[in-house]
């Protein structure tokens, strides 16, 4: 059931051009248009979003905050749910609840979501599971055809629920008229790239696998990420922890001077994922900010940022060129390889981490 391969995993690494491709069947017509639907729910009436979740799912509702603000102009609020539901947050009018969740079953997801029933002007929910608790209680269920994820680590789900979330980005964004037809068209061709793009970033697996074993070698590690990217160094560092048991933190690039530098020595490697684009200047003066203080630099990109770096650098690896919007779903794979290849290295248990488990739905 494995198919060959030693980790569920790995297998579901491998898995993610099939999975973003049926997501992308179910949520697009053949001729291009978006064929997402949302009964009740009118973006032009949406003032306001707040997505809940923990984990893996918070970060993927981290990515379409981004989005959202970004490309629909709409402005989101993101909690982690055990902070969320015991805050007991007022919800304005007009204000669309989004939970995010592969399981369905996350208690704290769940208490989350029952506090707003009756507080929001819609619930919409993304799941793996359409009989699943959160599913069934949700006004909308969106599910984001992953298919069964075996690995407590999640990957598959990840990347399908941001290629979920990009699509009712851009119906949001079309709805909305804050997009026209051209653009709307034009990102989704991106979307449609994506499992080739996919596909070509696995194949870096060696040269990841190589790096990964000299990663294994220390004991904290960093991650950075600016704009849509910061949420993919926080998966980075929870990936890493969670199946290698190295400790590494997350952090925006910008922050690294507010506290994080403190730890940066040349025992300590950094991860900088950063594709190229219009900020790329500021993550190469982070970059050198490390450098400056011994730090050993990975700088996950394209070949054209490569470049641009001047050199210094411990290691890189060449990510394929991608349009901006598919970048933080493309930049999921490498972060996950990494974090798959450390854990070989240490000789951890891949699959079934120590004190974790797949669905928790305990508080
Ligand atoms: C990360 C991981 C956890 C889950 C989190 C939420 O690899 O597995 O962080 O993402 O427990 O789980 P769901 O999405 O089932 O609500």
Known sequence: EKAGYKHFMMKEIAEQPTVVDRVLDAYLDADGSIAMTLPDVDFTKVSRISIVACGTAYYAGLVAKYWFEHYARLPVDIDVASEFRYREPPLPEGTLAVYVSQ????????????????????????????????????????????????????????????????????????????????????????????????????????????TARKVAQSRDVLFLGRGQMFPLALEGALKLKEISYLHAEGYASGELKHGPIALVDKNTPTVVLAPHDGLFEKTVSNMQEVMARGGRVLLISDAKAIAATGGGVWRTITMPDAPELVQPILYAIPAQLLAYHAAIAKGTDVDQPRNLAKSVTVE
């Not at 979330?165 to 997009?179: I, T």
């Not at 068209?185 to 596909?199: D, E, T, V």
């Open 103 to 210: 399981s369905g079953e996350t208690a704290d997801t769940l208490a989350a979501l029952r506090y707003t029933d009756g507080k929001a002007s819609r619930i919409v929910s993304l799941v793996n599971s359409a009989e699943s608790s959160i599913a069934r209680e949700s006004d909308v269920a969106v599910p984001i055809h992953a298919g069964v994820e075996v690995s407590v680590a999640s990957t598959k789900a990840f990347t399908a629920m941001l290629t979920t979330f990009a699509v009712m980005v851009l119906k949001a964004a079309s709805e909305r008229g804050v997009m026209d037809a051209d653009t709307l068209a034009g990102h989704i061709q991106s979307l449609r790239q994506l499992p080739g793009l996919m596909s070509h970033a696995i194949s870096i697996d060696g040269e990841l696998a190589r």
